[in-house]
């Protein structure tokens, strides 16, 4: 729900990373069982989703399907995480997109670059190179949780009233609603027994539908 939010306000506005002392406490509520903690954690860590796709797979044409399945990788990484194993979050979030990033083109039969979160992508002040897992982390303010939980409600309503079924069931499929994980448009295609282009057309209709009720 936090994506596909996200998704009608802007693709680009991501929530800020959490700070190191926001997402240890954030985990440790997660292990306790706050399942909002674990929201907090996927929705704060899309932004790294969306960095490895555009850095190492800008030219592949489906960006759509792409993050959809590196946000299927940060969900599991999210539900399987052990912080007592001494790995950062960061680094075994990065390996989980990646993992499920490589799945979908082996899946597809295509080939993919091999991603490595220590090559060196900028440089800091003083000219020491910096790697994707060195610069997760920053202690920006997070988006207000009221007007957050106010926009989701929202749309969970405008969801529910949607009355064509077949758009519904595609819209809470391809982005993982009611618990479940997203999936690609041809997994959806394959289960509805549609063509993917069927797929990929009701959705952005059903995307534009709900970005006009979203704002009104």
Same mark, same amino acid.
């Given at each position: 729900?936090?994506?596909?939010?996200?998704?009608?306000?802007?693709?680009?506005? @991501?929530?800020?990373?959490?700070?190191?002392?926001? *997402?240890? /406490?954030? !985990?440790?509520?997660? +292990?306790?069982?706050?399942? $909002? =903690?674990?929201?907090?954690?996927?929705?704060?860590?899309?932004?790294?989703?969306?960095?490895?796709?555009?850095?190492?797979?800008?030219?592949?044409?489906?960006?759509?399907?792409?993050?959809?399945?590196?946000?299927?990788?940060?969900?599991?990484?999210?539900?399987?995480?052990?912080?007592?194993?001494?790995?950062? @979050?960061?680094?075994?979030?990065?390996?989980?997109? *990646?993992? /499920?990033? !490589?799945?979908?083109? +082996?899946?597809?039969?295509? $080939? =993919?670059?091999?991603?490595?979160?220590?090559?060196?992508?900028?440089?800091?002040?003083?000219?020491?190179?910096?790697?994707?897992?060195?610069?997760?982390?920053?202690?920006?303010?997070?988006?207000?949780?009221?007007?957050?939980?106010?926009?989701?409600?929202?749309?969970?309503?405008?969801?529910?009233?949607?009355?064509?079924?077949?758009?519904?069931?595609?819209?809470?499929?391809?982005?993982? !609603?009611?618990?479940?994980?997203?999936?690609?448009?041809?997994?959806?295609?394959?289960?509805?027994?549609?063509?993917?282009?069927?797929?990929?057309?009701?959705?952005?209709?059903?995307?534009?539908?709900?970005?006009?009720?979203?704002?009104?």
């Amino acid at each position: 729900m936090f994506y596909l939010m996200l998704h009608l306000e802007n693709q680009g506005s @991501f929530p800020k990373p959490l700070s190191a002392g926001e *997402e240890k /406490e954030a !985990l440790e509520r997660l +292990r306790q069982g706050d399942s $909002s =903690a674990r929201d907090l954690l996927v929705e704060h860590n899309l932004r790294l989703v969306v960095h490895i796709i555009k850095k190492y797979y800008s030219n592949y044409s489906d960006q759509d399907d792409l993050i959809s399945n590196g946000t299927i990788g940060l969900i599991k990484a999210v539900n399987s995480f052990d912080s007592e194993k001494g790995t950062r @979050f960061a680094t075994y979030a990065a390996r989980c997109v *990646e993992n /499920e990033i !490589l799945m979908y083109f +082996r899946s597809q039969k295509k $080939s =993919a670059q091999d991603i490595s979160m220590n090559e060196p992508i900028d440089m800091d002040t003083e000219g020491n190179p910096l790697t994707l897992s060195d610069i997760i982390f920053t202690d920006d303010t997070v988006t207000d949780d009221v007007d957050k939980k106010m926009k989701i409600e929202k749309l969970r309503s405008l969801i529910k009233a949607m009355p064509d079924g077949r758009e519904k069931t595609i819209i809470i499929k391809r982005y993982g !609603l009611d618990g479940n994980f997203p999936m690609a448009q041809r997994e959806i295609a394959s289960k509805l027994g549609i063509s993917r282009s069927y797929v990929s057309r009701i959705e952005k209709k059903v995307i534009e539908d709900l970005r006009k009720n979203f704002d009104d």
